[in-house]
T-cell receptor
Framework: AQSVSQHNHHVILSEAASLELGCNYS??????LFWYVQYPGQHLQLLLK??????LVKGIKGFEAEFIKSKFSFNLRKPSVQWSDTAEYFC??????????FGSGTQLTVLP | DVKVTQSSRYLVKRTGEKVFLECVQDMDHENMFWYRQDPGLGLRLIYFSYDVKMKEKGDIPEGYSVSREKKERFSLILESASTNQTSMYLC???????????????FGEGSRLTVL
């Protein structure tokens, strides 16, 4: 069975600070990896995804994530956060065909 | 744009009632999913469907059933609601890709169910 761990439950940053949210997964085979974001009052939406190729993937709004296979990690980064990045962020892994397993989420609060 | 519509944004039901949550997607997606979202637990998969009239159990199917009579519609049914089913329920859909992987999920806005 696949599983996902997000160790940071709540992160508070000031604007312009750098962001790194941790995501580790457990699955022995080939994986697809995702980060989804849920802004306050909105539906979940895809931030970025990794299927294959370059392990450094870029998503919307200046976010990027790096897949490190040896560490089973897919950490999300942004060099300079904005107040509008306040949201809940979910890492997800697709190992078994067609099933996404989500992490418990990280609430990011960016202080103006 | 893909649109996934959940018929009820907020519901309040009593213990033992039967509850129907409806979800419709307008992009001809093969795959549809029902998740529940709880604070600190993230999203947990209840049921999913790859085709009309088929369904598969997710991680937490107990106490739930589903129906997919048409490709665009996927219903979640709570036969006898209980207080521990108070939650946010999210419907999602995705395309069937050649690699048999579901790919990006498109979510509805959620149905917040309170069971008293």
């Amino acid at each position: 069975a696949q599983s996902v761990s997000q160790h940071n439950h709540h992160v508070i940053l000031s604007e312009a600070a750098s962001l790194e949210l941790g995501c580790n997964y457990s699955y022995g085979g080939t994986v697809n990896l995702f980060w989804y974001v849920q802004y306050p009052g909105q539906h979940l939406q895809l931030l970025l995804k990794y299927f294959s190729g370059d392990p450094l993937v870029k998503g919307i709004k200046g976010f990027e994530a790096e897949f490190i296979k040896s560490k089973f990690s897919f950490n999300l980064r942004k060099p300079s956060v904005q107040w509008s990045d306040t949201a809940e962020y979910f890492c997800a892994v697709e190992g078994s065909a067609r099933q996404l397993t989500f992490g418990s989420g990280t609430q990011l609060t960016v202080l103006p | 744009d893909v649109k996934v519509t959940q018929s009820s944004r907020y519901l309040v039901k009593r213990t033992g009632e039967k509850v129907f949550l409806e979800c419709v997607q307008d992009m001809d997606h093969e795959n549809m999913f029902w998740y529940r979202q709880d604070p600190g637990l993230g999203l947990r998969l209840i049921y999913f469907s790859y085709d009309v009239k088929m369904k598969e159990k997710g991680d937490i199917p107990e106490g739930y059933s589903v129906s997919r009579e048409k490709k665009e519609r996927f219903s979640l049914i709570l036969e006898s609601a209980s207080t521990n089913q108070t939650s946010m329920y999210l419907c999602a859909s995705s395309l069937l890709l050649r690699q048999a992987r579901g790919g990006e999920l498109f979510f509805g806005e959620g149905s917040r169910l309170t069971v008293l």
